[in-house]
């Protein structure tokens, strides 16, 4: 019975309103703590559930595979929390099961991180499981040939899918020879090459203080905080052995088209992006939002959907990695709509390098940015706990969700449509996959 109300605990966090009067305020109560051994978290101290969220991260994904090892940042994440210490895979999940707890670990292109939630009565035993999974992986045979076939079911899946296979040859048009080229879960061949050395090298070079991040939020003290950085973090090395990664920009007038019998076409554009500690990214983030980040009050929208019928969605982007950006827009349907469709979003995209959006669409479109940030952001303990980490990966400073509506109002209309003529006024690069038309 302990253990059905510790679920049904934890599961009120996915539909109750933590913090609901600073949301409302959009005035968090941001703190920075730093333990004994100088790791620094930020932390948000609510009593409203008897819940706290961990979350934390380390510099590092799947930009430091090595070549013909592709994935093992991957694998590695995937078999983190599958045995660690004493504990087997069975043993270890059997115990996060019975305390209710959720954790897992996941990996990006620049990253792998950590999250979780337990009750706070749980905290020793939760913070106990952690610190095994983070510093003794047990990384065993059974363990990793499963996960090992799960990736690879993925990436057999992926070869029928227009959609992944829009995103592969989008990697290799704009990044050739460069690790952001590759899938994070990479090849057939990479794949089954990696093996537990390799793992265990890999969780050596990139578990370390020097790239940590940590966020937590809940029913807990600044010293409650400190405990935790010192249980968990205490006894991981201090430096990693992560490889730099260099500056890459897109390759951008490039035209791809990859015959493939699937019933749609899939389409991405590419144009030129902009780095999120840019001053000016606020004023870009409110051009993509009129033109294709607002869905369904978006110019895309209005004119490949509503006025047209070629495709049931369409979208446009910011995609802000640590080494590159870029704007990208997208969509797909039936290959007989496939060249209008591409020439709807040019000439939309065209007609914002060219002539701007009008103050209206700003000024709507900062209502929306500025009151759904919170919405989609703040509105649970894992959330908040996400976005402290992110604030600190990202540099935005301590006060950032405090300022940023001040940011957002900042923006003019001149400094928009100068942003949409200076990251749109270019040959994109454009990719389709789909049925070849005649």
């Known amino acids: 019975m302990k253990n059905v109300l510790r679920y049904s605990v934890l599961s009120l966090v996915g539909t109750f309103a933590l913090l609901v009067s600073a949301l409302q305020a959009n005035a968090i109560d941001i703190k920075e ?25 380390f510099e590092g994904g799947s930009t430091q595979d090595k070549p013909g090892k592709e994935g093992t940042v991957r694998l590695m994440t995937a078999l983190m929390d599958e045995g660690a210490g004493e504990l087997d895979n069975v043993e270890f ?29 749980d905290l020793d035993a939760g913070l106990e499981l952690i610190r095994l999974a983070l510093l003794s992986p047990r990384f065993d045979a059974d363990p990793m040939e499963r996960m090992r076939d799960r990736i690879r079911t993925g990436l057999i899946r992926s070869e029928t899918s227009a959609g992944a296979q ?46 940590l991040k940590v966020g937590i939020v809940g029913a807990i003290s600044e010293e409650g905080v400190r405990k935790v950085l010192d249980t968990l973090f205490s006894d991981i090395p201090a430096k990693s052995g992560i490889a730099s990664v260099p500056e890459i920009e897109p390759n951008l007038g490039q035209n ?8 749609n076409a899939s389409i991405s554009l590419v144009y030129k992006g902009i780095k999120r500690d840019d001053p000016d990214f606020f004023a870009a983030h409110l051009m993509n939002h009129v ?8 110019r895309l929208f209005k004119e490949v959907r509503e006025k047209r019928g070629l495709a049931y969605g369409v979208s446009s982007g910011l995609v802000t990695l640590e080494n590159t950006a870029y704007f990208s827009a997208g969509t797909s349907t039936r290959a007989d709509n496939r060249d209008e469709a591409i020439q709807v979003i040019q000439t939309e995209i065209k007609k914002a390098a060219e002539e701007g959006i009008t103050q209206a669409e700003l000024d709507k479109a900062k209502r929306y940015v500025a009151g759904a ?42 400094d928009v449509n100068r942003m949409a003529k200076k990251l749109l006024s270019v040959e994109p690069t454009v990719v389709i996959v789909g049925p070849a038309t005649q």
């Open 256 to 263: 791809v088209a990859i015959d493939m019998p699937v019933p």
């Open 93 to 121: 999940q059997s115990r996060l099961e019975e305390l209710g707890i959720e954790f897992g670990f996941s990996s990006s292109r620049d990253s792998f991180s950590a999250g979780g939630r337990m009750l706070r009565e």
């Open 373 to 414: 940030y919170a919405i989609n952001n703040l509105d649970t303990s894992s959330k908040i706990a996400n976005v402290l980490v992110s604030l600190q990966t990202q540099e935005l400073g301590i006060d950032y969700i405090e300022k940023r509506e001040e940011y957002i109002e900042a923006v003019t209309l001149d």
């Open 33 to 57: 703590v730093k333990s004994d051994n100088g790791v620094t978290a930020l932390m948000v101290e609510d009593y409203t559930l008897p819940i706290i969220a961990i979350s934390f991260s």
């Open 291 to 298: 033109l294709g980040g607002g869905t369904f009050s978006s």
């Open 166 to 211: 829009a995103g592969k040859a989008l990697r290799e048009t704009l990044f050739a020879n460069h690790p952001y080229e590759n899938s994070s879960s990479g090849t057939l061949e990479s794949i089954d090459s990696v093996n537990r050395d390799d793992i265990v090298a890999m969780h050596k070079k990139l578990v370390a203080r020097d790239t």
